[in-house]
């Protein structure tokens, strides 16, 4: 297929485009400076620079493709994630240009449509699993979650095929998030304020970057993309002690106040079951313990030769 991909040098964007060329197909990426258009060409992508925002710029770069993602994100720099107005831009992203780009999809002819969503906006359900059949709550500062879901559902009831994945927390070697996240977990504290026993699911994403591609033989609709075994928070941080060599600790629930932190003391046992029987997708790390392990040895072996 021809494929336009928007947030294809984002953290998830560039393990997408390289499947996507493996796989034969022939990926056009959006880049905006010379340094990434340069990276999406050694990755077999033809670049193009477009501003999301413009509906006409949207048009005329999607027109003569098959399938459209849009996996644009503008996550900001740990030092400013509690504050829900440095999240105005994702924000943006998640709305205006995913209209834009719904619209320009039905347009063209496009016949499928993939959207970035977070798999960790569900209402607390204790011990039990969560399907996609429940309710998101998202706080104020995700809403536009919604918004970029209803435009999905919307590209679907139009004849296409509208697939959103609901992502959820995201670690890896080469994202600077969960740099940070160690850094102070070498500490002793783990920094996202929750209870014990509550579950939260994450995915590394090198399994989300497959889960992208494996979703263009999806059926439309929404998708968990989550590990296979979500760990309790009080599982989690043992984890991270044995692999850091000390007790961590995380921070109480109760500390959780504010917008951006308002999800993060629910109990979220997420289940990804509808991906994996509807798809190839399985993750390679199916839990933090493989995931934790994996992301701690690149960089230790990173920091050994530089």
């Not at 620079?49 to 006409?56: A, K």
Request: net charge neutral; charged share 20%.
């Amino acid at each position: 297929m021809r494929i336009f991909v928007a947030g294809a040098t984002g953290v998830l964007g560039r393990r997408v485009v390289p499947h996507l060329v493996t796989d034969g197909h022939a990926v056009t990426a959006v880049a905006r400076s010379d340094a990434k258009t340069t990276a999406l060409q050694d990755q077999g992508a033809t670049p193009v620079t477009v501003d999301l925002f413009d509906p006409i710029a949207v048009t005329r770069a999607v027109d003569g493709h098959d399938a459209v993602m849009n996996l644009a994100t503008a996550i900001p720099a740990t030092s400013q994630m509690m504050r829900p107005s440095a999240w105005a831009l994702t924000s943006r992203l998640r709305s205006e240009a995913s209209s834009h780009l719904v619209d320009a999809a039905l347009a063209t002819g496009a016949q499928r449509y993939i959207q970035e969503a977070l798999g960790f906006m569900y209402t607390d359900h204790g011990s039990e699993w969560i399907t996609e059949d429940a309710e998101l709550a998202p706080p104020g500062y995700a809403a536009a979650v919604k918004v970029a879901e209803a435009n999905a559902r919307r590209f679907d009831a139009s004849g296409g095929n509208g697939v959103a994945l609901r992502f959820g927390l995201f670690y890896s070697a080469d994202s600077r998030q969960t740099r940070d996240m160690l850094q102070i977990a070498r500490r002793g504290i783990f920094t996202i304020p929750c209870r014990s026993d509550g579950y939260q699911s994450w995915i590394h994403v090198d399994d989300a970057g497959r889960a992208v591609v494996a979703a263009l033989d999806a059926p439309g609709g929404a998708y968990n993309v989550v590990e296979d075994v979500p760990l309790t928070n009080a599982e989690h941080v043992e984890v991270l002690g044995r692999l850091l060599g000390r007790r961590v600790r995380h921070l109480p629930a109760a500390l959780g106040i504010g917008d951006v932190l308002a999800n993060q003391s629910r109990s979220q046992r997420v289940s990804n079951q509808r991906l994996r029987s509807t798809t190839t997708w399985r993750p390679v790390y199916p839990s933090r313990r493989e995931g934790w392990h994996y992301v701690i040895s690149a960089l230790v072996e990173a920091n050994a030769h530089g």
